[in-house]
Nanobody, 120 residues
Framework: QVHLVESGGGLVQAGDSLRLSCVAS?????VGWFRQAPDKEREFVAG????????FYADSVKGRFTISRDTAKNTIFLQMDSLKPEDTAIYSC????????????????WGQGIQVTVSS
Protein backbone atom coordinates (compact mmCIF):
# COMPACT_ATOMS: atom_id res chain seq x y z
CA GLN A 1 0.00 0.00 0.00
CA VAL A 2 1.22 3.48 -0.89
CA HIS A 3 0.58 6.39 1.46
CA LEU A 4 -0.07 9.66 -0.36
CA VAL A 5 -0.12 13.17 1.08
CA GLU A 6 -1.25 16.23 -0.86
CA SER A 7 -0.23 19.82 -0.16
CA GLY A 8 -0.34 23.24 -1.78
CA GLY A 9 -4.04 23.94 -1.82
CA GLY A 10 -5.69 27.12 -0.68
CA LEU A 11 -7.88 30.07 -1.57
CA VAL A 12 -7.01 32.08 -4.67
CA GLN A 13 -8.71 34.44 -7.09
CA ALA A 14 -9.75 33.64 -10.62
CA GLY A 15 -6.78 33.81 -12.95
CA ASP A 16 -4.27 32.92 -10.25
CA SER A 17 -2.04 29.85 -10.08
CA LEU A 18 -1.43 27.10 -7.55
CA ARG A 19 0.90 24.13 -7.49
CA LEU A 20 -0.24 21.00 -5.74
CA SER A 21 2.18 18.36 -4.56
CA CYS A 22 1.59 14.69 -3.85
CA VAL A 23 4.26 12.87 -1.89
CA ALA A 24 4.22 9.08 -1.99
CA SER A 25 5.63 7.04 0.87
CA UNK A 26 6.26 3.99 -1.24
CA UNK A 27 6.74 3.25 -4.88
CA UNK A 28 4.01 5.05 -6.76
CA UNK A 29 3.32 3.59 -10.16
CA UNK A 30 1.13 5.64 -12.42
CA VAL A 31 -0.46 8.61 -10.70
CA GLY A 32 -3.63 10.50 -11.32
CA TRP A 33 -5.09 13.70 -9.89
CA PHE A 34 -8.81 13.80 -9.29
CA ARG A 35 -11.17 16.39 -7.88
CA GLN A 36 -14.57 16.44 -6.30
CA ALA A 37 -16.76 19.50 -6.01
CA PRO A 38 -19.70 19.67 -3.60
CA ASP A 39 -22.64 17.55 -4.76
CA LYS A 40 -20.69 16.28 -7.76
CA GLU A 41 -18.98 13.02 -8.58
CA ARG A 42 -15.24 12.68 -8.38
CA GLU A 43 -13.70 13.48 -11.74
CA PHE A 44 -10.37 12.83 -13.35
CA VAL A 45 -8.10 15.84 -13.83
CA ALA A 46 -4.69 14.64 -15.03
CA GLY A 47 -2.45 11.58 -14.98
CA UNK A 48 1.15 10.62 -15.58
CA UNK A 49 3.02 7.35 -15.99
CA UNK A 50 5.48 5.87 -13.50
CA UNK A 51 8.38 7.22 -15.57
CA UNK A 52 6.95 10.71 -15.83
CA UNK A 53 5.94 10.44 -19.45
CA UNK A 54 2.69 10.62 -21.41
CA UNK A 55 0.75 13.19 -19.40
CA PHE A 56 -2.97 12.93 -19.94
CA TYR A 57 -5.55 15.62 -19.17
CA ALA A 58 -9.25 16.10 -18.86
CA ASP A 59 -10.58 18.43 -21.53
CA SER A 60 -11.69 20.90 -18.87
CA VAL A 61 -8.10 21.57 -17.75
CA LYS A 62 -6.12 20.98 -20.93
CA GLY A 63 -3.84 23.95 -21.64
CA ARG A 64 -4.17 25.30 -18.09
CA PHE A 65 -2.90 22.47 -15.86
CA THR A 66 0.41 20.62 -16.09
CA ILE A 67 1.24 17.37 -14.35
CA SER A 68 4.82 16.33 -13.68
CA ARG A 69 6.79 14.17 -11.29
CA ASP A 70 10.14 14.02 -9.59
CA THR A 71 10.79 10.29 -9.42
CA ALA A 72 13.84 10.72 -7.19
CA LYS A 73 11.68 12.46 -4.58
CA ASN A 74 8.57 10.35 -5.17
CA THR A 75 6.61 13.54 -5.68
CA ILE A 76 3.98 14.35 -8.27
CA PHE A 77 3.01 17.93 -9.04
CA LEU A 78 -0.04 19.56 -10.52
CA GLN A 79 0.62 23.09 -11.73
CA MET A 80 -2.70 24.89 -12.10
CA ASP A 81 -2.73 28.15 -14.04
CA SER A 82 -5.55 30.45 -15.09
CA LEU A 83 -7.74 29.06 -12.36
CA LYS A 84 -11.49 29.44 -12.64
CA PRO A 85 -14.21 29.32 -9.97
CA GLU A 86 -15.38 26.01 -11.46
CA ASP A 87 -12.00 24.51 -10.51
CA THR A 88 -13.05 24.75 -6.87
CA ALA A 89 -12.96 21.25 -5.39
CA ILE A 90 -11.11 18.85 -3.15
CA TYR A 91 -8.14 17.55 -5.11
CA SER A 92 -6.74 14.08 -4.48
CA CYS A 93 -3.90 12.07 -5.95
CA UNK A 94 -4.07 8.33 -6.47
CA UNK A 95 -1.88 5.52 -7.75
CA UNK A 96 -2.54 2.71 -10.15
CA UNK A 97 -0.49 -0.14 -11.57
CA UNK A 98 -2.53 -0.29 -14.74
CA UNK A 99 -3.60 3.21 -15.81
CA UNK A 100 -2.88 6.93 -15.60
CA UNK A 101 -6.08 7.91 -17.30
CA UNK A 102 -9.62 8.57 -16.34
CA UNK A 103 -10.91 5.33 -14.84
CA UNK A 104 -11.04 6.09 -11.14
CA UNK A 105 -12.07 2.54 -10.28
CA UNK A 106 -8.65 1.27 -11.38
CA UNK A 107 -6.76 3.35 -8.85
CA UNK A 108 -5.70 1.57 -5.71
CA UNK A 109 -4.39 4.03 -3.14
CA TRP A 110 -5.68 7.55 -2.50
CA GLY A 111 -4.57 10.57 -0.58
CA GLN A 112 -6.96 12.35 1.78
CA GLY A 113 -7.31 15.31 -0.51
CA ILE A 114 -6.78 19.03 -0.25
CA GLN A 115 -9.12 21.94 -0.76
CA VAL A 116 -8.71 24.35 -3.64
CA THR A 117 -11.05 27.33 -3.70
CA VAL A 118 -11.11 29.85 -6.53
CA SER A 119 -13.08 33.02 -5.95
CA SER A 120 -14.50 35.11 -8.77
Amino acid sequence: QVHLVESGGGLVQAGDSLRLSCVASGRAYHVGWFRQAPDKEREFVAGITSTGSQPFYADSVKGRFTISRDTAKNTIFLQMDSLKPEDTAIYSCATSKVTWKNNRHRYDDWGQGIQVTVSS
